[in-house]
């Protein structure tokens, strides 16, 4: 199931089947404190484990999360797992996806998922073309062949939508893992996250950049969420997760080298060179003007809106179109302003 395109039957499949082994294990997705030990809270990957996690992996190390009664415990996910199903049937309490539509769709499947914090202000996802064919702005797609990922097919319907260009008046082919069809010339423009250094290592500095932000379309990446439930039951631990987590954001921000070598210990199949290089763009989506005045994790209701309704417009909502309510909440976010405002 690809991460745009969730139905309330595979919900409910997989929720049942969750269900059942949560019970047979009589587990809890947030085991409470108490004085002698913290409370323990699983967190969810929508994909395996990667740069993604450095604020994490820094807050276990540094004592962060002992210091808020807290303690985490990080589940991979991986392509046949839907972790967003997993944290809505209370196998995990909180869950990392890497774009924001994922929970709104989630939602409006019946899923009842809501998003607490966005770990990136701006989506890293962007196009790619050459200096000789550059495509600097939604209008230069038009006669291009694009090559996307299939997860990517609703992202591009929507720039086009956004910025008033026929879906006929671009050509749209699969791509595969790499960068080779913008290499070989088979297509004009290939996409990609921004965080990700090896995989634009190729196209060296004939490469022109243009991210799906700046196209119109405002999506957040790696959105923490959690369920109704988690935050009416245990939102004072959820509190200290998410203070802990933006304390060890803004740790590894500060020490990058020693932030990387955190991550490389605790993943050792990461590749440290390439981690380096990536961790000071991967900073700039995690802090921007947004986060210095209103604190790491910020998100707003005005974003979500108009996520929804891009996405609304787009006839994505297969059942219902969610409201901004349901999807997101700020509860958590201004539980914990001072500390995350200390490291924004």
């Avoid at 539509?101 to 998003?115: D, F």
């Avoid at 749209?172 to 790499?178: C, H, I, L, P, Q």
Wanted: glycine share 10%; proline share 4%.
């Amino acid at each position: 199931m690809s991460e745009f395109s969730m139905n309330r039957r595979g919900f409910v499949k997989g929720a049942v089947a969750v269900g059942g082994l949560a019970a047979a294990q009589t587990f809890l997705s947030v085991r409470p404190g108490s004085a002698a030990s913290p409370a323990k809270i699983r967190m969810q990957l929508g994909w395996l484990a990667s740069n993604g996690l450095l604020g994490e992996v820094v807050a276990v190390k540094k004592g962060f999360y002992a210091e808020q009664g807290v303690e985490i415990e990080i589940v991979p996910g991986g392509p046949n797992v839907d972790g967003v199903a997993g944290v809505a049937a209370g196998q995990s309490a909180v869950g990392q996806i890497s774009s924001s539509p994922s929970v709104m769709l989630a939602r409006g499947a019946g899923m009842p998922v809501k998003a607490i914090a966005a770990g990136y202000q701006k989506h890293p996802y962007a196009y790619y073309s050459r200096k000789t064919k550059p495509v600097a702005k939604p209008s230069d797609m038009i006669g291009k062949t694009v090559a996307i990922q299939p997860t990517g097919a609703i992202l591009l319907r929507a720039l086009l939508a956004k910025n008033g260009i026929p879906e006929d008046q671009v050509k749209v082919v699969n791509m595969g893992s790499d960068m080779n069809q913008l290499m070989t010339g088979q297509a004009d423009v290939v996409v990609g996250w921004l965080t990700n250094v090896n995989a634009l290592k190729v196209l060296g500095d004939d490469r022109v950049d243009l991210m799906l932000w700046d196209t119109g379309i405002q999506l957040y990446a790696n959105v923490y969420y959690t369920t109704d439930k988690e935050l009416a039951d245990h939102s004072r631990e959820l509190s200290g997760f998410l203070a802990a987590t933006a304390k060890g954001w803004g740790y590894a921000r500060d020490h990058q080298q020693e932030a990387v070598d955190i991550l490389v210990e605790t993943y050792p199949n990461l590749d440290k060179a390439s981690e380096l290089e990536a961790i000071g763009p991967l900073m700039k989506f995690a802090f921007n003007e947004t986060t210095r005045a209103n604190g790491w994790g910020s998100m707003t209701k005005e974003n979500w809106a108009a996520q929804i309704k891009t996405y609304a417009d787009l006839g994505q909502f297969k059942e219902k179109v969610p409201a901004v309510d349901d999807v997101m909440t700020l509860s958590l976010l201004e539980a914990t302003t001072d500390i995350r405002k200390q490291v924004g």
